[in-house]
């Protein structure tokens, strides 16, 4: 998937659910890097930044990122333990 326009950070969501949507934690560390990224992303570019959850049962995790952009519309991707 790609655009002509610039893809803002702030249209990245993730979330993740272990055995229960309810049994995981999204983990911030700034001083460790896990953080939010704080840039666009230009046209033909790529960003990759890590993301923790604090998770009740490590060997079932689904994890869901979603994109919404005005410029490509609405994308998703979901991966699974």
Known sequence: MGT????TWRFFATTSSAGSP???EQVFDSVKGIDVPTVDVPPGRSIE?????AVADSGDVTMTV?????S????KAMFVS
């Open 72 to 75: 490509m519309g609405y994308a």
């Open 49 to 53: 930044w890590p993301v923790a959850y």
């Open 66 to 70: 979603d994109l919404m952009a005005l």
């Open 4 to 7: 002509s326009c610039p893809v």
């Open 22 to 24: 309810s049994a995981s």
